[in-house]
């Protein structure tokens, strides 16, 4: 599908950075009919340090966007595992309207480009290995015309009606904008790595609650999924209300949790396939506005991570296909004005699906951030497998608009908390 672009510029918008945010915003603006520039500065197929946890909110989207997810290498799984105060505890994910019922684990090397391909066969033009550096501005009023680009050793610049920032965490362009990063939000650091081992295929992702070494407690929360692929992606995350989260020596710290492991899960030295590897994960909308002068923010860039459970890619997607919505009837405008009035509402109509919600989360996140309270809400919590399955359904984000009486009660509290 070839997209007419207007005479005197290269696309009718720019989304700078291929994650999974980027490529969504791309595809749906190229299937509007949009002509779209991605420009993503490593090449594929590229490592991201991830999880590669995808909750049925993620599948959804996929779905939504029409990627094939019944092919080789898709792993489904039928829930959360969480192991805790000695106890594990298998919860199924929700029967709902609103979302399929398995989530899946994919590796973010397949999973990015399997997104930037699909993008591609609608229509997007990719370019690899462009590093966006800063934005062009209008002398006049100051908004984002273009960007500027190295590649391959050479200056380039590609011009647009409109850009946006899907370029994650460290969004360069962002801040070039004058867009930095809110102290009063949650920000968690992760590390993860892959251990060949008999678990690769287990059908429930799995989450502790307590890192054990021997006797003494560790902080921060910890992950097992299965890739299916002969290796389990292991890793472990804090928040910044922890008092470990700037002094931990955060590999050291998850050599010694799965050094407690059983031996027969194979998480040994030997079976490490990659080096320990970390990222920052930005919650709870920490940059703000998502949108100004000209530039629109999707997934990291706007710090979209879920606060309750460190999900990030549904969020990236979301924000994608919510952003091209707006950026579709804008364009379609015929004033400058006009344009700009439409894009202004983006920011609230974020705030809208989700501030209530982040806020909750953020309270959660200060809670849990007390000495004591996750051992409290551990011991207390997991024996009852009701308020279990609520409280999975809360930190998950997956409830039905019109759903039981758990649904309408989180939905009302999102719905009564001060937007983020
Ligand atoms: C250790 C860890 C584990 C996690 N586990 C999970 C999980 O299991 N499930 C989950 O849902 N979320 C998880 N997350 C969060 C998730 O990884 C992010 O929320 C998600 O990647 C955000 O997608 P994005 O597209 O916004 O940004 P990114 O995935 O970061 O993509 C940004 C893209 O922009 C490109 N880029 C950056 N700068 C430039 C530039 N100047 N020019 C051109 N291109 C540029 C980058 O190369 C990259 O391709 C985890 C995060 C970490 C750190």
Known sequence: MEARVQRGIDADVIVVGAGPAGSAVAFHLAKSGLSVLLLEKTRFPREKVCGDGLTPRAVRELVAMGVDIDGPGWIRNRGLRVVGGGLRLQLDWPELHSFPDFGMVRTRADFDEILVRHAERAGVRLIEGANVTGPILDERSGHVTGVRVRRDGEDESYTARLVVAADGNSTRLSIAMGLHKRTDRPMGVAVRTYFRSPRHDDDYLET??????????????????????????????????????????????????????PAEWGYTEENMTTPIRGAALPMAFNRQ????????????????????????????????????????????????????????????????????????????????GRPGVMKFATRHGLPHPTLMRFAFKLLANLTDRRGDASDRIINALSKVAPSA
């Open 208 to 261: 502790w609650l307590e890192l054990w070494d021997g006797d003494r407690l560790l902080p921060g929360y910890g992950w097992i999924f299965g890739v299916g692929d002969g290796t389990s992606n292991v890793g472990l995350g804090l928040l910044n209300t922890s008092e470990a989260f700037k002094s931990i020596d955060y590999r050291d710290l998850l050599r010694r949790w799965v050094k407690n492991m």
């Open 289 to 368: 506005p998502h949108y100004t002068r000209g530039l629109v923010l999707v997934g990291d860039a706007g710090g979209t991570i879920n606060p309750f459970n460190g999900e990030g890619i549904a969020y990236a997607m979301e924000t994608g296909r919510i952003a091209a919505d707006v950026i579709v009837q804008a364009l379609a405008r015929g004033t400058a004005a006009q344009r700009e009035r439409v894009l202004l509402a983006y920011p609230r109509i974020l705030k809208d699906a989700y501030g209530g919600y982040f806020t909750l989360g953020r309270m959660f996140v200060e809670a849990i």
